[in-house]
Nanobody, 117 residues
Framework: QVQLVESGGGLVQPGGSLRLSCAAS????????MGWYRQGPGKQRELVAT???????NYADSAKGRFTISRDNAKNTVSLQMNSLKPEDTAVYYC???????????WGQGTQVTVSS
């Protein structure tokens, strides 16, 4: 059974930084592409960043230059370093694991990020 547990959310002022982490269990981590998605108030869930098992990354335009996704295949974790945060980054951030063979998605419970002065 796949379990994804996010941590690291919170309240930060505009221009600040946060680091989100996601610990995965119950999966063969190396065969999963990992990602972060977010859902802001009144909005649909959207892609933030993804990373393949080999380390190739993809970012939403809104995240390019400010966010960095990384993974540790030895520890079964994926992280999202978020810098220069803006109020529009306020959202619930979800960790995603996609099986590269079946394309089946698994999701974490989400962690709240609030950017406000």
């Amino acid at each position: 059974q796949v379990q994804l547990v996010e941590s690291g959310g919170g309240l930060v002022q505009p221009g600040g930084s946060l680091r989100l982490s996601c610990a995965a269990s119950g999966i063969a981590f190396r065969v999963y592409a990992m990602g972060w998605y977010r859902q802001g108030p009144g909005k649909q869930r959207e892609l933030v960043a993804t990373i393949t098992s080999g380390g190739s990354t993809n970012y939403a335009d809104s995240a390019k230059g400010r966010f960095t996704i990384s993974r540790d295949n030895a520890k079964n974790t994926v992280s999202l370093q978020m810098n220069s945060l803006k109020p529009e980054d306020t959202a619930v951030y979800y960790c995603n694991a996609r099986n590269v063979f079946s394309n089946y998605d698994s999701w974490g419970q989400g962690t709240q990020v609030t950017v406000s002065s």
